[in-house]
C-alpha cells in the first residue's frame, strides 16, 4: 500500500509535528482512500488541515522544516491570497498539507474518524463522504487518473448517508467558492452515471 521504511518515516513524523503543533487534520488522498476503500499503492502523504488562517499554516510549516522535512512548493489561493497547499519532502517521500483548498477543512476534520491507518498506526481520517467531495473537486480541476480511480472506490462503498456528507460538503465548498467548485455537481454526476454503466 506504501512505499516503505521511508514513507513509514515520513508519515510518522509529519503526524508527529501534526501533533506537536496541536493541528486539527486528517489523512485525505489515496491513503485514506485505502483506508476506506480497499489497498492501493501510494507514495503520498495527504493531510488536510483546519487552521484559523494564514499564520497558523505557517507556524506548522515551521515546525515541518525544524524537523528536517524540505519545502518543495507552496500553492495559494489567487481569489484569496491564502495558502492552499505545501509540499515537503522528506528523502524521496512527498507529503502535503493541505489548509486551504476547499473552504470546508473544518467541517471535514470535524467529520474525521480514527482509524488505523498503515501497521498499527492510528490517526484522524476523513470520512468517506469527505472524500468524495475532494476527488470530485480534484477531478474538477486536473486530469490525472488516479482521482478518478478513487473516486470510483469511493462510490463503490458509499452508503446513502455517505452520499448525502458528499453532497453537503459539496455545497460547503461551492458556497465558499473553491476553485472548480462550480463544476462538483457534474463531476460527480459523470461519474455516478459511469459507475452504474460499469457495475456487474
Known amino acids: 500500500m506504501t512505499g516503505g521504511n521511508a514513507y513509514l518515516r515520513a508519515f510518522d513524523l509529519a503526524v508527529a509535528v501534526l501533533l506537536e503543533t496541536r493541528a486539527r487534520f486528517a489523512v485525505i488522498g489515496g491513503l485514506a482512500v485505502s483506508v ?7 507514495k503520498d502523504a495527504d493531510f488536510l488541515v483546519a487552521v484559523a488562517g494564514d499564520a497558523e499554516a505557517e507556524r506548522i510549516g515551521q515546525a515541518m522544516l525544524r524537523h528536517g522535512f524540505v519545502l518543495v512548493s507552496l500553492f495559494e489561493r489567487t481569489d484569496l491570497t491564502r495558502i492552499a497547499t505545501m509540499r515537503f519532502t522528506l528523502g524521496d517521500v512527498y507529503v502535503d ?39 470530485a473537486l480534484a477531478c474538477a480541476n486536473r486530469k490525472k487518473p488516479d482521482d478518478h ?52
Open 36 to 42: 476506506r476503500t480497499e489497498p492501493r499503492f501510494t
Open 97 to 135: 498539507l493541505l489548509p486551504g483548498v476547499c473552504g470546508a477543512e473544518a467541517e471535514m476534520v470535524a467529520d474525521a474518524a480514527d482509524l488505523e491507518v498503515i501497521e498499527g498506526r492510528r490517526c484522524a481520517v476523513a470520512s468517506v463522504g469527505a472524500l468524495i467531495g475532494l476527488k
Open 149 to 200: 480511480a478513487d473516486l470510483q472506490r469511493l462510490l463503490a462503498v458509499a452508503t446513502e448517508a455517505d452520499m448525502q456528507s458528499a453532497v453537503a460538503f459539496m455545497a460547503l465548498m461551492e458556497a465558499r467558492q473553491a476553485p472548480g467548485s462550480v463544476r462538483l455537481r457534474a463531476v460527480l454526476a459523470a461519474a455516478q452515471a459511469y459507475a452504474t454503466s460499469t457495475d456487474g
